[in-house]
């Protein structure tokens, strides 16, 4: 089996730091072994266009059980599970200064798309897993390249696909405590699928 957890690299809006957090607790995710699982990590540059060439690849490619988009975010102060992407309204620029064209991800497709993963299920089995972090959900990715390839994905297959923004690192968790965190996501999303 094996599973996409794609980051998000770039010194776009939340400079290298912030956005540092959720590739270094992807890789040390990517040190636990999950038995029967092989994940596979991708660094995905803030950039319209290279998210709209490289997701379906990827999904091409590795023929993924379930892609897992990771991004941080400022805002977020728990393991925050996406349950939705828009397809419209993308008017803020990437680090290359631009816009997907008529600010849209997919001409023609519907203006949301929901994961049939059940986050808020996956959220209480986070929250019940006795590890530090909690998880809550959301249903607004902010319009920007998270929820801009979350869309792309579920345009994909919204049964394979989700989203998890991360807090910064030291707010409050570890990189090691947001990789428990991810690992229980990946497990509980997995007993879903
Ligand atoms: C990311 O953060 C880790 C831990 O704080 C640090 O060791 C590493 O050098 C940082 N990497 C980059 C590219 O900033
Ligand atoms: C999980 O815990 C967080 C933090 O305590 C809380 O905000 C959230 O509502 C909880 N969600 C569920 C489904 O247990």
Redesign the pocket.
């Known amino acids: 089996m094996q599973i996409i957890l794609e980051n998000f690299i770039g010194f776009g809006p939340f400079g290298v730091h912030t956005v540092n957090a959720s590739w270094v607790a992807v890789q040390e995710l990517a040190k636990k072994s999950i038995p029967g699982v092989i994940i596979v990590i991708r660094e995905i540059p803030v950039v319209y266009e290279t998210v709209k060439k490289q997701v379906p690849q990827l999904w091409n490619d590795v023929n993924p059980q379930l892609v897992i988009h990771v991004g941080v975010s400022k805002e977020a102060n ?1 393991i925050t599970l996406e349950q939705q992407a828009h397809n419209d309204g993308y008017k803020r620029l990437d680090v290359l200064k631009t816009c997907p064209s008529n600010n849209c991800c997919v001409e023609g497709a519907d203006e949301c798309l929901m994961s049939s993963i059940d986050m ?1 299920k996956v ?2 089995d ?3 897993s006795g590890l530090k972090v ?4 959301s249903h607004d990715p902010g319009r920007y390249l998270c929820d801009f390839s979350y869309f792309v994905s579920l345009h994909i297959d919204r049964s394979k696909s989700a989203f998890v923004h991360v807090p910064p690192l030291g707010k409050p968790y570890t990189e090691l405590e947001l990789a428990d965190g991810l690992e229980q996501v990946i497990l509980s999303m997995l007993g879903q699928i």
């Open positions: 728990a808020e959220c209480s986070v929250n019940g909690k998880a809550v959900v």
